[in-house]
């Protein structure tokens, strides 16, 4: 999947590494990215790497986190 370069406004997509950057892919995705995108993360990172990130992300918005964690939950 090509990463949009409006969910990644300060750097160049095609400079993402899906593995070594997966923390600030998934804050990106989960609060700025369209349906397609998320169910391409959900495909791509394991949930425990999701619960993770949100559990300790400092740039999600409230409303997103909230959304997640519930939504995560086992």
Same mark, same amino acid.
């Given at each position: ?32 990215? /369209?349906?397609?995108?998320? #169910?391409?993360?959900? *495909?791509?990172?394991?949930?425990? +790497? $999701?619960? %993770?990130?949100?559990? /300790?992300?400092?740039?999600? #918005?409230?409303?997103? *986190?909230?959304?997640?964690?519930? +939504? $995560?939950? %086992?």
């Amino acid at each position: 999947m090509t990463l949009r370069q409006v969910l990644f406004w300060d750097t160049n997509p095609k400079n993402i590494d899906l593995k070594k950057h997966s923390h600030y892919i998934i804050e990106r995705v989960l609060d700025f990215g /369209r349906d397609n995108e998320v #169910r391409w993360l959900w *495909k791509t990172y394991k949930k425990s +790497l $999701l619960r %993770k990130v949100v559990a /300790r992300s400092r740039c999600l #918005r409230p409303d997103t *986190k909230i959304l997640w964690t519930a +939504l $995560l939950k %086992k």
